[in-house]
């Protein structure tokens, strides 16, 4: 089983969560107007998937060119990272992770299933059940 950019619509808008070939949600999107916009945000994850990564959890972390994914901290003290396009706009985001080498694997997992994920609309899957 491949994996899958499933279109949701929020209260905001539309969001996609990129779920590996397990089902397991590796990202989610930035909310956006339309399906249409939301299909494009998918097509983009496609193609900078095998961006470099930039680890800011380190102290004199080495600067990458976007588009790039950053490993930083949050609030909780987590490991997190996001996916910025070429123009620095945040893409799609990660969970918390207790450990970099987790993160690390969330990103890995995007490498992986990104470019060859179908992209489904949420309401027309539950329709096809």
């Known amino acids: 089983m491949a994996g899958k ?9 539309f969001k996609f969560d990129l779920k590996s070939s397990n089902g397991e949600v590796v990202a989610t999107s930035m909310v956006y107007s339309s399906v249409a916009e939301c ?13 470099e990564i930039e680890d800011q959890t380190l102290e004199d972390f080495e ?27 945040i893409i799609v985001v990660g969970e918390g992770y207790k450990s970099k080498a987790n993160c690390k694997n969330g990103i890995a997992s995007i490498k992986k299933h990104a470019p060859d ?13």
């Open 117 to 129: 994920a179908e992209v489904v609309e949420l309401s027309k899957l539950l329709a096809c059940l």
């Open 5 to 13: 950019y499933v279109i949701r619509k929020t209260n905001a808008g």
């Open 39 to 51: 299909k494009s945000g998918a097509e983009l994850v496609r193609t900078i998937a095998a961006a």
């Open 63 to 89: 600067k990458k060119e976007c588009p790039k994914y950053e490993i930083y901290l949050d609030k909780c003290n987590e490991y997190r990272f996001r996916l910025k396009d070429a123009s620095g706009d």
